[in-house]
């Protein structure tokens, strides 16, 4: 038996083995990091997306709800009930109800006015109803909402 021949062969496998082997965890290891950096592009990518969304369904709601005070106003109202007139008060929650799962689980974004919106958007829209106070809140409501996604983007989100 030729003892060279073997360990010659042998020495080969191991020489062979390795290279393989550190090419396949080099090649692994970017790949994952270029997974990594795909995911994160695409959950901000996502959280732009929701939070423009959610910005122009608030830009529609604060129309209507400056329409219904501009008529309160003029017809010198304290209270609407749209149910009574057969008409809709045209306020949406679509946007939200789709994107809200991404924007409350994002960090740093200060969620407390935009929840607080969208609760008395659901009140409005469910009962059809509404008033003066009720209204000119929904309004200030939907512009700190605005304001505040505005600034979150221009800080986390500053290409847009």
């Not at 083995?17 to 990594?36: D, H, P, V």
């Not at 106003?73 to 304290?78: A, I, L, N, S, W």
Request: with cysteine; charged share 30%.
């Amino acid at each position: 038996m030729d003892y060279y021949a073997l360990l010659s062969g042998l020495i080969g496998t191991i020489i062979g083995g390795l290279i393989t082997w550190l090419n396949t965890r080099y090649s692994l290891n970017k790949q994952f990091k270029l997974q990594a950096q795909r995911e994160e592009l695409k959950e901000l990518k996502d959280e732009r997306i929701a939070l423009n969304s959610v910005k122009k369904e608030i830009n529609h709601n604060l129309i209507q709800l400056g329409a219904t005070k501009k008529i309160m106003d003029v017809e010198k109202m304290e209270y609407i009930n749209y149910k009574a007139s057969n008409q809709n008060n045209n306020l949406k929650m679509d946007k939200w109800n789709k994107h809200s799962d991404i924007i409350e689980s994002m960090d740093d974004f200060p969620l407390t006015t935009l929840q607080a919106l969208y609760v008395n958007l659901s009140f409005e829209i469910s009962n059809q109803m509404t008033d003066k106070k009720r209204t000119i809140k929904g309004i200030d409501q939907c512009l700190k909402a605005s304001k505040d996604i505005e600034e979150y983007l221009k800080v986390y989100h500053p290409r847009q």
